[in-house]
């Protein structure tokens, strides 16, 4: 096609532009509005590299002599150029339904304005700059490339952090896509030419830039001006570094580009340099070499110390991409610690805190190797074997791979061996050699062993997540087998946030195969700050006051956000439930004695956030708590798991078969998300399982609290309807844990509460404790256990063969409502309250920390204020509450 010599088009918007960062722009722009209005445009491509834009003809419309610039043929061939003002000056003539603008006068257009002006002032010559150094310019200077890298780099932190809660850049709630998004979206999908990595590196741009890509109008205008596709965009190097046959080219040049980019930056000590700009926009000077007395400092800031991303922890791509989708900004400590060992295939024993990220830190790298073998060797084969004490645990982390994967799922293939399935079923899952097995060391021995299925002869890595319960769970036989099964060299991971007697006895397992030594991980010095967002208290009181307390505590909201409460048993779960129904405070039961679907089930309904309150039987740790006080709490002796009917018993384990899964735990590992408070409303026998309980909240660097009521020896036994034996040594148990979250820089405070206020209350307290029966509470618990059963699916296709039966058991659910229902609890009087509202109840503000995530918005819908308690979206089928109402008894 000749060249462009002048004008061509009569009539409507002739462009004139080429296909660069700053040409797309007023391309995407015109085909949106040819799709949303019809709006037709004339286009012609302005060749740069044969300077076209220099020619008389052009410099007549644009004196600058650059792309693009647009000319009005509709109003007189009026001419426009530089992208801000195309953008603006055609919106404000042709879209007039605001579709990708703001009415003028509004403050939206004056944001938009700013931020396509800091794209032009900013973003595209910094960027712009990059580039040009690191291709255009005779010959490399390090001190450029780092310097325009970097200024890029910051932009996109600003950017980044612009977009952490919105879809797009500007506009009400999330955003509504305009001119400033297509202003932007050019340089964003350039960056991987100039060696910045998005998904990596700044997430929320890349979740951004996808989103936008995902347009066909802003696909067709990265096309039309060049007439084809770019071969330096993002998803185009993507596919190269993915390794598609035909563009190793391509991959070797964003190879080289990172290792320039790379060097530049270690030459300079980049990250210093970088707060400096931070702070003032210029580094003082440069100093290449730094003297010997700022080592310390040095040592905090230099590349090699600085935080990596995850791309530079040596991960495959696609894991990259996925974890970009999850929206992890950057590697955690435990996963920039663990990630490089087990990527160079070290054996690893790690104790870092809960909610710190350990999931991440072992199943990136194990999919990363598999990947990495898979481009050579691409025969099946278990490669991989993560074992977990719990069924919900399996599930999260078989989860955790899957969301993983998400960007290679047809070369990773996972199986989880826990469900209720038979040997036939649990067969065919392993027939075809799954690349990793996710299982409790129970059912994974059975499946080496009695079935044969599972195969650990090729076995790369095994892991162990909570290695300590896993030992403490009586699993120490299984785990015997599996080692001595493990073939010769085999890479050992283990995690836990309390490992310190089990290293020991985890050595003598898995330290027999001669493999190098286990490097450990101890990263417990390294906690930092982070911790100061777990605020402890605990509250001395009498067995009755319990219920009080957190009556008021819930009823006035004096926690505000999702709870997880951890009661002794079973019955006091529904005891507390029913009990909080008095006040109309919806809560819900977990327990072992509940399927493992209902249970993973309502795990991943709290998480969505349909409902704030769990009450948690922690039974399982309780029972296998490992550093009980006295002694008194026994560890099981070799008791292995009955998991379900599926697996067969060991003869020696015969002894025990319980109603209750025994591989249930919700205190170990489970994700529970933006839990705000942990109550232990009765205390836990030991401090590892206090350390896991609070673990459940302020994870993943949010804020959160931990409350514990503690019964003072001389009032235990005090209260009989109340009091519960495992609560005997609170002190003694107070005692250890404050000892042992010291040694962490950790503080417990005493929750004070105004007895007096208090007391007003305490008649209600009684009144609705005495309407929760024994009777009561036999009857929730065996209701909630007949409705899991009419929902399994199972159960249902049997019943539509034998409908008489169906009909008892429904007939059966209509026993009910035994509990006296007392409407007037339902509601707190305004004569109760203290005249300073309900402030007044806690004689000091210790100040409960604000749950709600900084920025964040609530997605918990609630409704009525002071006094009315909570109000929960529920209704419908989704409703979980609804299985625990009690009903009238029927006969
Ligand atoms: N790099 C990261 N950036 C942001 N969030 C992360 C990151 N890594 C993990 N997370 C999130 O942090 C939470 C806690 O992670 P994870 O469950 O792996 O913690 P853990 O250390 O195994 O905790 P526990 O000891 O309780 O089992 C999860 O919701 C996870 O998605």
């Not at 490089?340 to 830190?361: E, F, H, R, Y």
């Not at 997540?465 to 896993?470: G, P, Y």
Request: charged share 30%; hydrophobic share 35%; aromatic share 8%.
């Amino acid at each position: 096609m000749a060249d462009p010599t002048g004008l061509i088009a009569k009539s409507g918007i002739e462009l004139l532009t080429f296909g660069t960062p700053n040409g797309v722009k007023a391309s995407i722009l015109l085909e949106e509005l040819k799709e949303a209005y019809g709006k037709e445009y004339t286009v012609q491509s302005i060749h740069i590299g044969k300077n076209i834009q220099k020619q008389p003809w052009y410099t007549d419309l644009n004196p600058n002599g650059r792309i693009p610039t647009i000319v009005d043929h509709d109003r007189g061939g009026f001419a426009v150029f530089e992208g801000l003002p195309i953008l603006t000056y055609l919106t404000r003539h042709y879209d007039p339904e605001h579709k990708f603008s703001f009415p003028v006068d509004s403050d939206d257009y004056s944001v938009a304005e700013q931020w396509i002006a800091w794209q032009h002032g900013g973003l595209g010559p910094m960027q712009g700059q990059a580039g040009h150094f690191l291709r255009a310019a005779p010959e490399k200077i390090p001190w450029a490339i780092q310097r325009y890298v970097g200024e890029a780099e910051r932009l996109y932190g600003i950017l980044n952090t612009r977009l952490a809660d919105r879809d797009y850049i500007v506009g009400p709630g999330r955003g509504q896509y305009s001119i400033a998004d297509i202003s932007i979206v050019g340089w964003t999908n350039y960056t991987l030419n100039v060696g910045i990595d998005l998904p990596g590196q700044f997430p929320h741009v890349d979740a951004w830039l996808k989103r936008l890509l995902a347009r066909p109008a802003v696909q067709r205008g990265f096309v039309v001006p060049s007439g084809e596709p770019s071969k330096a965009t993002n998803p185009f190097l993507e596919r190269a570094l993915a390794g598609e046959a035909g563009l190793e080219e391509q991959k070797k040049g964003v190879e080289e580009t990172r290792k320039i980019v790379a060097d530049a930056k270690e030459k300079y000590g980049y990250n210093t340099m970088k707060r400096k700009h931070d702070a003032d926009g210029e580094p003082a000077t440069a100093q290449p070499n730094p003297e010997p007395e700022s080592k310390p400092v040095e040592t905090k800031t230099k590349p090699a110390e600085a935080e990596p991303s995850f791309a530079e922890l040596g991960l495959d791509p696609r894991l990259v991409q996925a974890i970009a989708k999850q929206n992890f900004e950057k590697p955690t400590l435990v996963q920039r610690k663990a990630i490089p060992l087990a990527l160079q295939g070290k054996d690893v024993l790690c104790k870092a805190k809960t909610g710190s990220g350990k999931t991440a830190a072992y199943v990136l790298p194990l999919l990363s190797v598999i990947l990495k073998r898979k481009t050579t060797d691409p025969t099946p084969f278990t490669a991989g074997l993560i074992l977990v004490p719990t069924r919900e645990l399996a599930d999260q982390v078989f989860k955790a791979i899957e969301q993983f994967s998400a960007f290679c799922a047809k070369d990773i293939h996972a199986a989880k061996l826990t469900e209720n399935v038979s040997d036939a079923v649990q067969r065919s899952l392993l027939a075809s050699a799954p690349d990793v097995v996710v299982a409790t060391p129970a059912r994974a021995w059975h499946s080496v062993q009695s079935s044969g299925a599972l195969s650990l002869e090729k076995l790369q890595c095994l892991v162990l997540d909570e290695a300590d319960l896993v030992l403490s769970y009586g699993y120490d036989e299984d785990m015997e087998n599996i080692a001595r099964a493990l073939p010769k060299g085999a890479q050992t991971v283990m995690m836990s946030a309390t490992l310190s007697a089990e290293l020991e006895a985890l050595r003598k397992i898995f330290g027999a195969r001669g493999g190098p030594e286990a490097v450990v991980l101890d990263l417990k010095e390294e906690f930092g700050a982070e911790d100061e967002k777990l605020t402890q208290f605990y509250a001395k009181c009498a067995e009755d006051d319990k219920w009080l307390i957190a009556y008021l505590i819930f009823k006035l909201q004096l926690i505000k956000g999702p709870c997880l409460i951890f009661v002794a048993d079973i019955d006091r779960s529904y005891r507390l439930k029913l009990f909080f129904e008095q006040f109309s405070i919806r809560s819900c039961v977990l327990n072992s004695e509940l399927p493992i679907n209902t249970r993973i089930k309502i795990i991943e309904e709290f998480n969505r956030g349909i409902y704030d309150i769990i009450i948690a039987s922690d039974e399982k740790s309780e029972l296998f708590g490992d550093e009980a006080v006295d002694g008194e709490v026994n560890k099981p002796k070799k008791q292995a798991p009955k998991e379900d009917e599926a697996v067969p018993e060991h003869p020696k384990k015969k002894k025990r078969r319980q109603k209750k899964d025994e591989e249930y735990g919700v205190s170990r590992g489970i994700d529970f998300k933006n839990v705000a408070a942990v109550v232990n409303f009765d205390m836990p026998t030991s401090a590892s399982s206090y350390t896991h309980r609070i673990g459940r909240t302020a994870r993943a660097g949010r804020a959160g609290i931990a409350l514990s009521f503690v019964i003072p020896k001389e009032l235990y036994g005090k209260h009989r309807p109340t009091s519960v034996k495992s609560t005997e040594k609170d002190e003694k148990v107070l005692a250890k844990i404050t000892r042992q979250q010291e040694k962490l820089n950790r503080k417990l405070q005493p929750y004070n509460f105004n007895k007096s206020q208090m007391e007003a209350f305490r008649y209600r307290m009684n009144d609705a404790l005495r309407a929760v029966t024994r009777v009561a509470i036999r009857e929730a618990r065996t209701k909630e256990l007949r409705q899991e059963l009419l929902r399994s699916e199972t159960l249902k296709r049997y019943f539509e063969e034998n409908p008489t039966e169906l009909s008892h058991l429904r007939n059966d659910g209509e026993l009910g409502r035994v509990t006296r229902q007392q409407p007037h609890l339902k509601h707190v009087p305004d004569y109760l309250l203290p005249k300073d509202g309900k402030k007044a109840l806690e004689s000091e503000r210790i100040g409960f920390v604000p749950f709600k995530k900084e920025g964040g918005k609530d997605r918990r819908h609630r409704k009525g204020g002071k006094g009315k308690g909570r109000s929960f979206k529920v209704g419908g089928r989704k409703d979980p509450l609804k299985t625990f109402k009690v009903r009238r008894k029927a006969k």
